[in-house]
């Protein structure tokens, strides 16, 4: 990986992982894509650990993955997917499915913060495609999707203050949450950067 990508916004080089957010990839391509992060997102509920009523999940690393290589459309639509699903099977991180669930459970507004999160990452990530913009792009998708669940939180819990919602549905989950945001990142960078040196000894074979 070459070293100005780390700190450049935007990277003018385009690679061949960038076709599966391009409106040019055939409507297999996107099913496949929107499909396939929604059950990542689904695989990644079933690994939580409760230490208060929001459990830590490895759901928004496929959250943040989506905006990112599919754009901010099919990243949306592979999470508003992830939420229909929990419509009909326990998909969800928390132990109920459905849809009283799905609009009931204090922890609601982190779901519904999903699509919002992969719209708002894929929209700043389409000019932010180095590994410094994708990190700031996934940065304000995560800002997006905890403003929508702690809110929620706040009002769902009946916390007396706000500084326990923001505490117990944020301030906990920053550090680690920080960490999902550099990886997603460095694994998108990673693979943009792998797939154009392909794309380069292709072209001079």
């Not at 409106?23 to 208060?52: C, H, I, N, P």
């Not at 901010?72 to 997917?81: E, K």
């Not at 990190?135 to 009946?158: K, M, Q, R």
């Not at 040196?197 to 072209?203: C, N």
Request: charged letters at 10%.
């Amino acid at each position: 990986m070459q070293m100005n990508s780390i700190y450049k916004l935007h990277s003018d080089r385009t690679a061949a992982v960038d076709f599966l957010r391009s409106a040019d990839a055939s409507a297999l391509t996107q099913v496949l894509g929107v499909v396939g992060f929604a059950l990542l997102t689904a695989a990644g509920s079933q690994v939580r650990l409760y230490l208060w009523e929001v459990p830590y999940t490895l759901q928004t690393l496929a959250v943040y993955g989506s905006g990112l290589y599919l754009g901010w459309r099919n990243g949306l639509f592979a999470q508003i997917l992830y939420l229909c699903l929990g419509l009909f099977m326990p998909v969800y991180a928390g132990e109920g499915y459905g849809p009283a669930y799905l609009f009931g459970a204090v922890t609601a507004g982190y779901l519904l913060g999903f699509p919002l999160a992969a719209m708002v990452s894929g929209l700043l990530s389409k000019r932010w495609n180095g590994l410094t913009g994708s990190t700031l792009a996934l940065l304000a998708g995560s800002i997006s999707l905890f403003t929508l669940g702690v809110v929620w939180f706040h009002y769902a819990a009946g916390h007396a203050t706000w500084f326990e919602s923001i505490d117990k549905g944020w301030l906990r989950f920053a550090v680690v949450d920080l960490a999902k945001i550099l990886c997603v990142a460095f694994v998108y960078t990673g693979t943009r950067q792998l797939s154009r040196q392909k794309d380069a000894a292709t072209d001079s074979a």
